[in-house]
């Protein structure tokens, strides 16, 4: 288990099991795919393309990939406001996925969330609140009634070290370690809550070790290593689904921008953030699998190209969508 | 078949028997299994359901209340207890942030048919924090349906209403009307549908309207008046969320004269909305004030006999407000 919080410390990769190569390269293709389309969105901010703001996962796709890419369709994720890629991963097609941040009528929410804070219910991706660690709680809420009705799919909440301060965090955890619920807590630490340090949000150094608090396994994992976050999860995974209980996994990792869009972030130095960005988990796996001769020029120009077809249907599917009728704020308020 | 009923043994009753229809039902909350709830609503329930289905939970309202949602997302009935309503401002942020609007901004993809039974309510010595009823913080949250029921008849109906309801609904039980009030319910299922107001006591001079057992404490002050030629109506709201308007609107147009009786406190209490709903549709079938007997504007029931006593309204103060409402 990995418990280092700087970059340099964090580089070696561990001895890995023998994966397929088709497993490695469809985590490949993700992690670039989560990387272009948050970068995109990005760019479309930036032009004005869509309002509101957005929460750039940049920079923790490893955590966000590595979590999240092995879930079957009827696993559900409790996402927050960074995990905008979590409904790439679980497939959500992506033409939704920008219908979203353009809130047009086409949007699984018909444009009533603000950008980046989507969810999708056929793939049970629960639409997400603004409140910090909320989801933790209704997440559990919904790995109670998945262990009441006897199924075995398992719930993956994500969310931030912020989080971990909040009351709603501990009442959620402690009433999953009683009922051994199937949850598993992803903590992408990066280091910063909007502009409060680490330091400042706990005297902890690994996040994880709060699981031994509430008497359930917590890990931390390199959250720029995708491999490094699969093994914790897909075990945490297997933990959940076998009526084992939750467990909780912090994976260091680091934003490369601001809080939103709007944050240009000049409470970090920048020194930080270059050292982090050598750390870049897209650049460390592309890495990894060339040594490993999985990975070509060729084939990294093929999954760029690939991407960036699909993004730009996607784009085009918002940009053509229409608005909702301004009427439409009056529905769904019962239900 | 029908008996006489407290209104406490109603609740019980319509708990019991949801239990027992719909295997999708379930009741959670602090100290509701083993010791049966701190006024016995749920009784037995664990010894008759098993854990399973009547779960005493850790003690922390965010989580219960959470727990509901999530669980009725996935399908089930849960029936959460707020033990009492002052203790429910820990689950606010699950409350209003995501039982409210969950469905709302999920465009109707996701909801969370679940029922929170909430204690309110003063007059029992509970002192500032056993005592409050703040039923209008949920009122000013569109998604949440608010019933509060002043008969055992009511009490089962509602109560049955709400968990076959497809929202999220926050049932109010006042503590005084448990014990205090009886009344005929019948043995077999049955629901009062959530909305309509009921009139309590018919009457030509002015229209009373209320709730809980602020509906008794009218209905007490009305037969005084009753007695000096002036007839009150009195409606018992029973819903709070979504209001009745028509049959507010239908008694206004008939007596011209509103008072309005609650027992919460007087600022922004829903006795403000029910007076701006009657200024905006009946002005012209107004002839005099929309007055209101509330509680004062102080922060909750202080607990000194004289003190909390001060602070309820009372069949007098009724009286005193319906004489001068009279007057014009």
């Avoid at chain 1, 070290?161 to 598993?184: C, K, M, Q, W, Y």
Wanted: with cysteine; net charge negative.
């Amino acid at each position: 288990m990995a418990t280092k919080t700087t970059p340099a410390e964090a580089q070696a990769s561990p001895a890995r099991p023998a994966y397929s190569r088709e497993l490695l390269t469809g985590l490949y293709k993700m992690l670039v795919k989560c990387r272009m389309c948050d970068e995109k969105a990005r760019i479309l901010f930036r032009q004005s393309k869509f309002a509101g703001n957005f929460y750039s996962n940049v920079g923790q796709e490893a955590g966000e990939v590595g979590a999240a890419y092995s879930l079957r369709d009827d696993d559900w994720v409790a996402p927050s406001h960074r995990d905008w890629t979590a409904n790439i991963i679980k497939g959500v097609p992506l033409k939704y996925c920008f219908a979203q941040l353009y809130a047009k009528a086409t949007s699984p929410d018909g444009g009533r969330s603000s950008p980046a804070h989507m969810g999708y219910a056929p793939l049970h991706i629960i639409t997400p609140a603004s409140s910090i660690a909320g989801q933790l709680n209704v997440g559990t809420g919904v790995a109670l009634g998945i262990k009441k009705l006897g199924h075995d799919s398992v719930v993956v909440c994500f969310f931030g070290d912020g989080a971990t301060s909040i009351g709603g965090f501990h009442e959620a955890l402690n009433f999953a370690a009683v009922h051994r619920l199937p949850v598993v807590y992803l903590c992408h630490n990066n280091l910063w809550a909007e502009s409060v340090p680490l330091r400042l949000q706990t005297a902890l150094t690994n996040l994880s070790d709060r699981a031994k608090a509430y008497g359930f396994p917590g890990v931390s994992v390199d959250g720029n290593d995708v491999l490094a976050v699969y093994e914790a999860a897909s075990a945490a995974i297997v933990r959940a689904r076998s009526g084992e209980g939750p467990t909780l996994i912090e994976s260091k990792t680091y934003r490369w921008y601001g809080h939103s869009e709007i944050d240009p972030a000049k409470y970090r130095k920048k020194e930080e953030v270059e050292a982090w960005k050598k750390q870049d988990p897209v650049a460390r796996f592309e890495k990894y699998l060339t040594e490993k001769k999985i990975l070509s020029e060729e084939m990294k120009k093929q999954v760029a190209a690939e991407i960036t077809a699909e993004i730009d249907e996607a784009v085009q599917f918002a940009e053509e969508s229409p608005y909702p009728t301004p009427e439409d704020a009056l529905k769904f308020v019962w239900s | 078949m029908s008996r006489t009923l407290t209104f406490i043994d109603a609740i019980t009753e319509a708990l019991d028997q949801e239990l027992a229809r719909d295997e999708r039902v379930f009741i959670l909350g602090e100290d509701i299994g083993l010791s049966g709830g701190v006024f016995k609503a749920t009784a037995n329930l664990l010894d008759k359901y098993g854990e399973d289905r009547v779960l005493d939970t850790p003690l922390a309202e965010g989580i219960i209340i959470a727990a509901a949602i999530g669980s009725s997302m996935m399908g089930l009935r849960p029936v959460p207890e707020i033990q009492f309503t002052d203790f429910v401002t820990p689950a606010m942020d699950q409350l209003v942030q995501q039982a409210a609007k969950l469905h709302y901004r999920s465009a109707g993809t996701y909801s969370c048919p679940f029922t929170v039974r909430i204690c309110c309510g003063g007059g029992v010595s509970g002192g500032l924090y056993h005592s409050q009823e703040n039923a209008a913080w949920f009122v000013h949250e569109p998604g949440l349906k608010v019933v509060m029921p002043s008969t055992p008849y009511d009490a089962k109906g509602l109560l049955l209403s709400s968990i076959r309801d497809s929202s999220p609904v926050l049932f109010f039980e006042h503590k005084k009307l448990y014990r205090t009030i009886k009344g005929e319910v019948p043995e077999e299922d049955y629901t009062v549908p959530i909305g309509p107001a009921a009139v309590r006591r018919e009457g030509n001079d002015l229209t009373i309207i209320s709730y809980g057992f602020m509906v008794h404490v009218a209905l007490e002050a009305a037969e005084t008046m009753a007695q000096r030629g002036i007839e009150a109506e009195v409606i018992d709201l029973r819903t709070l969320s979504p209001i009745d308007k028509e049959t507010i609107l239908k008694s206004v147009r008939k007596t011209n004269k509103v008072l309005i009786v609650h027992e919460d406190k007087r600022t922004m209490g829903v006795g403000a909305e029910l007076a701006a709903i009657i200024t905006e549709e009946a002005f012209d079938d107004l002839d005099g004030p929309i007055m209101r007997v509330t509680a004062p504007d102080i922060p909750a029931i202080p607990f000194s006999p004289p003190l909390e006593k001060y602070f309820l309204v009372n069949p007098d103060k009724v009286v005193a407000a319906i004489e001068q409402l009279a007057a014009y």
